[in-house]
């Protein structure tokens, strides 16, 4: 099966996946967006209200401002890959728990494979701590490196808590700069 035939069974796998009650109330799937060979992944906690409609990761206000933060350091949707911990909007927007996040890591993990990405970041303290380590604290580790499976892992803020919080923005480019200067050190190809 070639990787094309194996991203087609999976998105079709997902969208048929009833392991936990997020099924119930979406309107859309929000399996993923992107370059499914990009050598980095971004990963956020779960879909809002906008991309719950639309059946696309980060195309809200959130997705919006995550936009102009990949713009300044060289990036766009064309070069990475954009994923959740959870494919189905949780209620109100609320995090998802954690037995709704063990129903979609498997889907999670076969994205990952997928791409085989060289570079993580985790957008958030929920994606942090379900890739990362669970005791992951966003205040104090966003922008440190971590080494998983032989992958450079990173966190930084979501872009809708520096929507809720600018005063975090200062802290979140200078993940960026981390970001871009890894790429650098680790990408094969030029960005």
């Known amino acids: 099966m070639n990787k094309k035939e194996q991203w087609d069974l999976l998105a079709r796998d997902c969208a048929g ?8 109330t979406r309107t859309n799937l929000v399996f993923g967006v992107g370059n499914p060979e990009a050598e980095v992944m ?17 195309v809200g206000p959130a997705g919006k401002l995550l936009d102009s933060m990949l713009e300044m350091i060289g990036l766009d949707r064309s070069k990475v890959y954009i994923a959740n911990m959870v494919k189905c909007r949780p209620p109100r927007n609320r995090d998802p728990q954690p037995a709704e996040q063990q129903a979609c890591r498997a889907w999670l993990d076969r994205q990952i494979a997928l791409v085989d ?20 604290r966003i205040t ?15 966190a930084t803020f979501h872009p809708s808590a520096l929507l809720r919080d600018p005063t975090k923005r200062p802290d979140a480019f200078m ?10 050190e680790s990408c094969s190809r030029t960005y």
Not at 17 to 24: I, K, P, W, Y
Not at 42 to 58: A, K, R, S, T, Y
Not at 175 to 184: F, G, M, S, Y
């Open 175 to 184: 993940d960026l700069r981390a970001l871009r200067k890894e790429i650098r």
């Open 140 to 154: 104090r580790e966003h922008g440190q490196w971590f080494t998983l499976d032989g992958r450079r892992c990173m």
């Open 17 to 24: 996946c009833r392991g936990c009650a997020l099924c119930q």
């Open 117 to 136: 990405p060289r570079i993580i970041v985790c957008l958030g303290r929920i994606a942090a701590m379900g890739v990362i380590k669970e005791d992951f």
């Open 42 to 58: 971004l990963i956020g906690e779960g879909p809002g209200e906008q991309e719950d409609l639309q059946g696309v990761p980060f």
